[in-house]
């Protein structure tokens, strides 16, 4: 079993940054490729970024490449999230997710998720 906790959305103008984080207990953390997803009102949930085990190795959506950076703290256990140059499009509740199998941008992919954070970004 892997908990999940996500922290840090808000409400943010247009423009704005934002950092989530989402800390892990439970199985070794630094076993598990990470990710964060995104669904908004109406909306699929839909991919965002991947990190693999060791940090070394990250995938984004085309929405937020170049504006979101992932990472993650395998000491601390710990996933991040730093959103730059956010636009009202972003917002969405935010999850982070410990991948099982399969492609990494893909929600059935994940096994655990976190209970979502809200992003709300005002125009």
């Known amino acids: 079993q892997v908990q999940l906790v996500e922290s840090g959305g808000g409400l943010v103008q247009a423009g704005g940054s934002l950092r989530l984080s989402c800390a892990a207990s439970g199985r070794t953390f630094s076993m598990y490729v990470m990710g964060w997803f995104r669904q908004a009102p109406g909306k699929e949930r839909e991919f965002v970024a991947a990190?693999?085990?060791?940090?070394?190795?990250?995938n984004y959506a085309e929405s937020v490449k170049g504006r979101f950076t992932i990472s993650r703290d395998n000491a601390k256990n710990t996933m991040y999230l730093q959103m730059n140059s956010l636009k009202p499009e972003d917002t969405a509740v935010y999850y982070c997710?410990?991948?099982?199998?399969?492609?990494?941008?893909?929600?059935?992919?994940?096994?655990?998720w976190g209970q979502g954070t809200q992003v709300t970004v005002s125009s």
């Open positions: 990190i693999s085990y060791t940090g070394g190795t990250q």
């Open positions: 997710a410990v991948r099982s199998r399969g492609d990494s941008d893909l929600p059935q992919s994940y096994n655990y």
